[in-house]
């Protein structure tokens, strides 16, 4: 079974830092671009963070400097670290991951985690 988890969200201050993982199964991040989205309340959704599958990565300017994308491919897990986080950081974060694997597109999503930046 193919399945995307995301854990790390909860409830912080401003100023304050959270790690998001992003725990796969039944396949591996090698080989997948991997990336975190976000979604704030009244807002579409948005490409935080981006990680090729070169290694490449990319940040929306509102988090660049402060968030950062990796990935422990032993562990098959992606991460995000947040720091120095704002209110307007506050959103469901979402795990994902695609590539083309023998001709067929694989993208898979994980269902989010809330984060919260208040005092």
């Known amino acids: 079974q193919v399945q995307v988890v995301e854990s790390g969200g909860g409830l912080v201050q401003p100023g304050g830092s959270l790690r998001l993982s992003c725990a796969a199964s039944?396949?591996?991040?090698?080989?997948?671009?991997v990336n975190w989205y976000r979604q704030a309340p009244g807002k579409g959704r948005e490409l935080v963070a981006g990680?090729?599958?070169?290694?490449?990565?990319t940040y929306a300017d509102s988090v660049k400097g402060r968030f950062t994308i990796s990935r422990d491919n032993y562990k098959n897990t992606v991460y995000l670290q947040m720091n120095r986080l704002k209110p307007e950081d506050t959103a469901v974060y979402y795990c994902?991951?695609?590539?083309?694997?023998?001709?067929?597109?694989?993208?898979?999503w994980g269902q989010g985690t809330q984060v919260t930046v208040s005092s």
């Open positions: 039944g396949f591996t991040f090698s080989g997948y671009a």
């Open positions: 994902n991951a695609n590539a083309v694997v023998l001709g067929r597109k694989r993208d898979y």
């Open positions: 990680d090729s599958t070169t290694g490449s990565t």
